[in-house]
């Protein structure tokens, strides 16, 4: 299995986190559902990090059945709809999203 994930670093501006959690889940997150041979979407909230570390929000972790299956996720009108819509977050959030592959180790 493959793991892609987008780290959120930085953080949501002040008073915009129930506004940033609604247009994920509202807007966002039914779009990521729809993206071909996806396998599971979960979108992870920080609670809490250890002193020091980088601050990262929000995670978006998507997995699919092969690096091929990501691919044509990757190239896909709902995925080019979805990076369109993320801009908003961008009135909520400051900072940077940064995208990692991941191969999920079985067992």
Not at 95 to 104: K, S
Request: hydrophobic share 40%.
């Amino acid at each position: 299995m493959i793991v892609r994930q987008a780290f959120f670093e930085g953080s949501i501006r002040s008073g915009q986190e129930t506004a940033f959690k609604a247009y994920v889940a509202e807007k966002l997150l039914p779009m990521w559902l729809r993206f071909p041979g996806i396998r599971e979407v979960r979108v992870l909230y920080n609670v809490e990090r250890d002193e020091g570390a980088p601050s990262y929000p929000m995670v978006l972790s998507t997995m699919y059945d092969s690096r091929e299956a990501l691919a044509a996720a990757l190239e896909s009108p709902v995925r080019y709809e979805s990076r369109e819509a993320t801009k908003g977050l961008f009135d909520m959030f400051e900072g940077h999203i940064h995208h990692h592959v991941f191969d999920l180790a079985e067992g």
